[in-house]
């Protein structure tokens, strides 16, 4: 009765008692598209190459947002939600560490695009592509890549190939914008698999191993991919997150087996557990219109209230995680791995959490 009394109340106002970090950051936030491909893959119905098309997220400035205004998340051609981010304006000054970031099975490059844009709010350039042939739009399409769980890692390689290029290429608007030695890679459940496997080494699919990729952030990730002997071959940060009512890819044999199973050793080895927090927790689908998101198959029983920890709760909680991991790992910023100290993380509401 008290916890659902407290959620009922964080929905009517739901209070910020995180810090600063749990909020949205000092830069205002860009966001643009990029229509990338991939030549070394095929279009998987057409005789060219494979396409990647990508959200960048990024830190601009309050003089370049000035008089623009916010974006809208469409997806064919329909207004989901309004974005607290700017489309196709100036970058902010500074090279700034990049982070990655993979979508769930059958999702969208902006299915978390509140994450991203929280993370590009504290300092970090974030892409987010789609999964040629794994996205709902595609689904529609009858386009359906029987080899997903090769292609996604191989997508994510592809970005920090292009990201090399565009850093170095005065046309761009990435110009000696982003420092390719501090990156890091998130994803949700499928993507939180594609996490996994650029991190880690050889499993039955192959070797996705990609060394640029410095620290892993797997949200709800699906791990029954692997054999155990693979986890032990991680040796990054790595920040696993999941949710205690996850029907999808549940909580114990899908985040808890698998961190059980990783080495110590690196500056951060741990596990985040969100109480109440569903599968869809991780995502924005809940900021959508109920009669649309049953347009779109439909979430509520993996994600929104009243039964599931209010999702700007759950908002809070994952941006306090990611923004304090990857900038104390990346940035090697102390500050921020204190605020990940057992001893504080323990007395949050709402989490649990586990370190190595």
Avoid at 77 to 97: Q, Y
Avoid at 280 to 298: H, K, Q, T, W, Y
Avoid at 325 to 345: Q, S, T
């Amino acid at each position: 009765v008290v916890v659902h009394s407290r959620h009922y109340a964080q929905q009517v106002y739901p209070p910020n008692d995180l810090g600063p970090t749990a909020a949205f950051g000092p830069h205002p936030v860009g966001v643009r598209t990029l229509e990338l491909e991939d030549p070394a893959r095929s279009h998987l119905t057409l005789a060219q190459n494979r396409p990647v098309v990508t959200e960048v997220y990024y830190p601009t400035t309050a003089e370049a947002a000035a008089g623009v205004p916010e974006d809208v998340a469409t997806v064919i051609g329909i207004p989901l939600i309004a974005t607290p981010t700017f489309r196709d304006v100036e970058r902010a000054p500074g090279r700034f560490p990049v982070v990655l970031f993979s979508h769930g099975n059958d999702g969208i490059r902006i299915q978390s695009l509140m994450f991203c844009a929280r993370l590009a709010s504290h300092g970090f350039v974030v892409l987010s592509p789609d999964h040629h042939g794994n996205t709902f739009v595609d689904e529609l399409g009858g386009i359906e890549d029987p080899d997903a769980a090769s292609n996604r890692p191989l997508d994510l390689s592809f970005l920090l190939d292009e990201l090399t290029l565009q850093e170095a290429d005065p046309a761009s608007f990435l110009y000696e914008g982003v420092d390719l030695e501090k990156v890091g890679a998130s994803g949700h459940s499928f993507g939180g698999y594609t996490t996994w496997a650029i991190a880690g080494g050889p499993f039955a699919l192959g070797t996705f191993t990609d060394p640029r990729v410095k620290a892993i952030l797997p949200q709800a990730p699906a791990s029954s991919f692997f054999e155990d002997d693979f986890f032990a071959t991680i040796a990054l940060p790595t920040l696993v997150l999941g949710g205690t009512l996850d029907e999808t890819t549940p909580f114990e044999p899908e985040q808890q087996a698998p961190f059980d199973l990783l080495s110590p050793g690196a500056s951060v080895v741990a596990l985040a557990g969100l109480e109440g927090a569903g599968h869809i927790s991780f995502a924005d689908f809940c900021e959508v219109p109920r009669n649309v998101l049953s347009f779109l198959g439909g979430f509520a029983e993996e994600a929104c209230q009243p039964r599931h920890l209010p999702w700007r709760r759950a908002r809070d909680l994952i941006a306090y995680l990611a923004v304090n991991f990857f900038d104390g790992v990346l940035n090697e910023n102390a500050e921020a791995l204190a605020r990940l100290a057992p001893e504080r993380l323990l007395a949050i509401d709402d989490l649990t959490y586990q370190a190595k």
